[in-house]
């Protein structure tokens, strides 16, 4: 039973993930696709957009899926024991994996990939990078800080949602995660 209730949280934490992460991934495309008349320039490198599932953002989940856990079952004694059948409860009621909890994640996303999207585009056109009339005289400055910021909040919501944290977890979310990142950027 214990194995089953952690397989149960496990993926639906990485469904519900995975689709918000992607949601972050793909709106900004749209926007853009808006600003720049449906012209079929996307805003990201098609590196950075092939890498992201790929490299970025599956080893730390990959991590997070195998190593997650909300409860110690290293605990002994008769007064810890009584609590175990209670906490079968999440599978039984379907608890994390329910409409409500893809819709709020899928809601997070957007609002996410608005601000992910928006912010940098504000930015830059205080600093001169970007004209008023929408053009851009550096589309890669653009393409570089947004998708910096969408790995950054990406990346800290995993974090975040992370309740079990060992070595292996901090390893692949910091070391691992960022250096790949930082060597992708300058490669």
Request: aromatic content about 22%; glycine content about 4%.
């Amino acid at each position: 039973m214990h194995h089953g209730r952690l397989n149960y949280i496990r993926n639906s934490e990485l469904v519900l993930y995975f689709f918000y992460k992607n949601l972050v991934l793909t709106f900004p495309h749209l926007y853009f696709a808006a600003l720049n008349g449906f012209s079929g320039q996307t805003i990201y490198d098609d590196f950075y957009i092939s890498f992201f599932n790929l490299f970025h953002t599956s080893w730390p989940l990959t991590i997070k899926s195998c190593f997650e856990q909300d409860v110690s079952y290293q605990l002994e004694g008769p007064h810890i024991r009584k609590f175990y059948p209670s906490l079968y409860y999440i599978g039984a009621k379907n608890t994390i994996f329910n409409w409500s909890n893809y819709a709020f994640h899928n809601f997070l996303g957007l609002i996410h990939s608005i601000v992910i999207f928006y912010i940098p585009i504000m930015v830059l056109q205080e600093s001169g990078i970007l004209l008023p009339n929408g053009q851009n005289v550096d589309m890669s400055s653009m393409n570089l800080t947004s998708f910096t910021v969408m790995y950054g909040v990406v990346t800290s919501r995993l974090v975040l949602w992370t309740r079990w944290w060992t070595w292996v977890s901090f390893f692949f979310y910091s070391v691992m995660s960022l250096c790949v990142y930082i060597l992708f950027m300058w490669v």
